[in-house]
């Protein structure tokens, strides 16, 4: 019986290069959009008294009402993005960004204390993006670069995001509806990779075999994601809870930072510092897609964040010496906190979940980002009411060394978890006579 596909069956099926050109570019494009609904805001300095006379700077306190949603949203998310049907995914994108809008709306018209709520409502629905998009893409071989373009979307699009916001300024849009003017002019681009992402086909038995069959995952399973990673989990959540309190102030406040560092009027400044890094974060974790085995590629992957946090280090104490600009200085943190940061929204929880053999990557990245979310709040509090002497510059330099000393403690100590695991299981193999029936590739990590 002759089991080659027919010609028609063969031109029916799209080539793999175009499922992962296609998808590559969706994922790219739809969160790039999503970002014009959730950061132009911050490109305007909301100079002013704090909100009900507290010492709470104005724009802290829009910034920590948007992270509150946007926390609040990842909580929510650990359960429906892991949750939600195949086929609702795309209306529920749809809907999410149709609030998020709606919300930039109120925050143009609504008086000061309603511009609160406003924006605290637009973060609630733009948390549950990410999940959605990656279960669009996850679960295949080319998924390390996939996730890489993924991650490079929001490297990218938050200073592009941030100069037409500031060029709608210029041009005399009032700060208040700028958001909103800046979200409508990017629908286009998310409808149109919407549609992309709604045409791409479910991964192959190829990509299951080497990655395992993703799926929605109950609370039985989650849970038991959670016990049997547990040891190198808590040092990655401790680590990330910091990581995205530095890399959500560093963003946040690029414009003071950059202020104060002498760049206030230099043109397309947040492109200009954003897209080197995006273009070498980007590099260096797609090439993950040549290590099939899930072992080598974890490793490289805690290289890749041991490698940022020495970066940020030694970049830091090169700029407290005057050894380099504050541009260079700033590209160069952001750099080091881009490779220990995108692992965590990608490919690590990949790996893992690929290694454990079923479940969702999904879960693990919002279980890391709930808690991340949350340390941001208490970040953005506490330099406002227990560092209100420290100007924002000199707090995050001397955030910069913090985190970076304790990330590579961390990474250390949940990277000799997984050896320890490893060398268990080594020995207990050794100690039966059934061979495993998984493939290298496959392998759980306790």
């Known amino acids: 019986m002759n089991n080659q596909p ?23 494009l739809v969160y790039f959009a999503m970002y014009a609904f959730r950061k132009p805001f911050t490109a305007a300095t909301y100079a002013g008294e704090g909100l ?24 929510l998310g650990i359960d429906l993005c892991t949750r939600i049907p195949d086929r609702f995914r795309a209306w529920a994108l749809l809907g999410l960004i149709s609030i998020a809008e709606f ?48 991650c490079c979307s929001f490297i ?37 990779a919407l549609g992309m992402l709604l045409w791409l086909p ?16 109950s609370t039985t399973d989650r849970w038991s994601f959670v016990r049997s990673q547990w040891n190198t989990l808590w040092p990655l959540l401790l680590f990330y809870t910091g990581l995205t309190a530095y890399r959500d102030f560093r963003d946040n406040y690029s414009v003071e930072i950059l202020n104060q560092l ?15 890094v995006a273009l070498f974060v980007t590099l260096t974790l797609g090439a993950l897609i040549l290590v099939q085995n899930h072992r080598h590629g974890l490793a490289a992957i805690y290289t890749s964040m041991l490698v940022g946090m020495a970066l940020i280090f030694v970049s830091t104490s090169m700029s407290f010496a005057g050894m380099i600009p504050g541009l260079t200085w700033m590209i ?35 279980l890391a980002d709930a808690l991340g979310y949350t340390g941001s709040i208490g970040v953005q509090l506490y330099k406002d009411l227990g560092a209100d002497s420290l100007d924002r510059l000199t707090f995050f330099q ?32 050794n100690c039966t006579s059934q061979p495993s029936a998984r493939p290298q590739t496959a392998e759980v990590i306790s």
């Open 6 to 28: 027919t010609t028609e069956t063969r031109e029916a099926q799209p080539s793999r290069w175009s499922v992962i050109a296609t998808a590559a570019a969706a994922g790219f």
């Open 262 to 276: 002498g760049y206030a009027e230099a043109p397309a400044i947040f492109s200009r510092m954003e897209l080197p």
């Open 398 to 429: 001397h955030f910069s060394f913090v985190l970076s000393v304790i990330g590579m403690g961390c990474l250390v100590v949940s990277g000799l978890a997984i050896l320890i695991g490893n060398h268990k299981r080594a020995l207990g193999t």
């Open 103 to 150: 919300a930039l709306v109120l925050f143009a018209v609504l008086p000061l204390p309603g511009k609160v709520f406003a924006i605290f409502l637009n973060g609630v629905p733009l948390g549950m993006v990410w999940g959605l998009v990656i279960r669009y893409l996850e679960g295949r071989r080319s998924s390390d670069l996939l996730l890489a373009c993924l």
């Open 156 to 192: 990218v699009s938050s200073g592009v995001v941030k100069d037409v916001g500031r060029g709608w300024i210029n041009a005399g849009v009032d700060p208040y509806w700028m958001p909103a003017v800046t979200g409508l002019c990017f629908l286009p681009m998310f409808l149109l």
């Open 332 to 366: 160069l943190v952001g750099l080091g906190s881009y490779l220990a940061y995108v692992p965590f929204n990608a490919v690590l929880f990949e790996r893992l979940v690929a290694l454990r053999g079923a479940g969702s990557a999904v879960f693990g990245i919002y």
């Open 202 to 217: 479910a991964p192959s038995a190829a990509d299951i075999q080497s990655r395992s069959k993703r799926g929605k995952m």
């Open 52 to 75: 009900w006379g507290s010492g709470i700077e104005l724009k802290t306190t829009f910034v920590i009402a948007q992270i509150i949603g946007y926390a609040l949203s990842k909580y």
